[in-house]
T-cell receptor
């Protein structure tokens, strides 16, 4: 069975600095998708970025980018120019590329932004 | 207006009561999901529906039931609420044909069972 591990329960970063959140996963599949979701204090679960495993290029969305290392089964999220509004729980999630819809979630990393 | 809405946003109830949580979406997605989130954990799937006539159990369906009244509406019921069902509940939607079937979430319902 697939598993997703986020080894950092909490991270902090100075405003305007860069921070990287770690995520590793275990799978025997070659076709899958990876996601980062953000959950601010409002508790809404918001999609930050997604990566298709068949794509070698790392996904980027404005200040958010990923470092996808397929062989190492690593999917880290880099947040550049951190802003106060980035403070949230960040969840990494995995989904199989076949007809299995189910998202497998990590336990989350709490990101604190220091002004 | 939000694409995925959930009602109520917060609910406090007593053990043994029947509770219904409702989810509506305007995204036109065919797939809908119900998750629960407990402190310190990721989300766990309760039920999912790929269309109005296709409803399936997730990993933690015991004690829950669902109804897909229309493509846009998916409700979750707790027939007889118990305290360990206190959690944050999320509805999500996705489109099987577009957007890599990415799931989009509602704002959540915080349920407390006393």
């Amino acid at each position: 069975a697939q598993t997703v591990t986020q080894s950092q329960p909490e991270m902090s970063v100075q405003e305007a600095e860069t921070v990287t959140l770690s995520c590793t996963y275990d799978t025997s599949e070659s076709d899958y998708y990876l996601f980062w979701y953000k959950q601010p204090p409002s508790r809404q679960m918001i999609l930050v970025i997604r990566q298709e495993a068949y794509k070698q290029q790392n996904a980027t969305e404005n200040r958010f980018s990923v470092n996808f290392q397929k062989a190492a089964k690593s999917f880290s999220l880099k947040i550049s120019d951190s802003q106060l509004g980035d403070a949230a729980m960040y969840f990494c999630a995995y989904r199989s590329g076949d007809s299995n819809y189910q998202l497998i979630w990590g336990a989350g990393t709490k990101l604190i932004i220091k002004p | 207006d939000a694409d995925v809405t959930q009602t109520p946003r917060n609910r406090i109830t007593k053990t043994g009561k029947r509770i219904m949580l409702e989810c509506s979406q305007t995204k036109g997605h065919d797939r809908m999901y119900w998750y629960r989130q407990d402190p310190g954990l990721g989300l766990r799937l309760i039920y999912y529906s790929f269309d109005v006539k296709d409803i399936n159990k997730g990993e933690i369906s015991d004690g829950y039931s669902v109804s897909r009244q229309a493509q846009a509406k998916f409700s979750l019921s707790l027939e007889s609420a118990i305290p360990n069902q206190t959690a944050l509940y999320f509805c999500a939607t996705s489109d099987a044909l577009w957007d890599t079937d990415t799931q989009y979430f509602g704002p959540g319902t915080r349920l407390t069972v006393l």
